[in-house]
């Protein structure tokens, strides 16, 4: 099993930024793709970005493309996603997730493990 654990969500501002982290333990970090979702409440869980195993390659929602960057620093096991210039419409319950393959998916079906999740509130 591999265990995630995010952190650094909280309430901020439109304009604000925000940095979240997710700390992975029980498995080797770099075998595994990352990727962040959200859910909003009433809405399905959404794709936000994602991360090869290397970090070489990432993918983003376009919505979020020039204002959110995935990172990860495979020696301390964790994936970042840098927000920046938020928006009320970013608010959400973010999760990050691993899949046990070199690159990232849009699709919540293909990770294997998610975390519990950390929670952003943009005011307007």
């Known amino acids: 099993q591999m265990q995630l654990v995010e952190s650094g969500g909280g309430l901020v501002q439109a304009g604000d930024s925000l940095r979240l982290s997710c700390a992975a333990s029980g498995r080797t970090f770099s075998n595994y793709a990352m990727g962040w979702f959200r859910q909003a409440p009433g809405k399905e869980r959404e794709f936000v970005a994602a991360?090869?195993?290397?970090?070489?390659?990432?993918d983003y929602v376009d919505s979020v493309k020039g204002r959110f960057t995935i990172s990860r620093d495979n020696a301390k096991n964790t994936v970042y996603l840098q927000m920046n210039s938020l928006k009320p419409e970013d608010t959400a319950l973010y999760y990050c997730?691993?899949?046990?393959?070199?690159?990232?998916?849009?699709?919540?079906?293909?990770?294997?493990?998610w975390g519990q999740g950390t929670q952003v509130t943009v005011s307007s």
């Open positions: 991360i090869s195993r290397s970090g070489g390659s990432t």
């Open positions: 997730a691993a899949r046990y393959s070199y690159s990232g998916s849009r699709l919540p079906r293909g990770y294997d493990y």
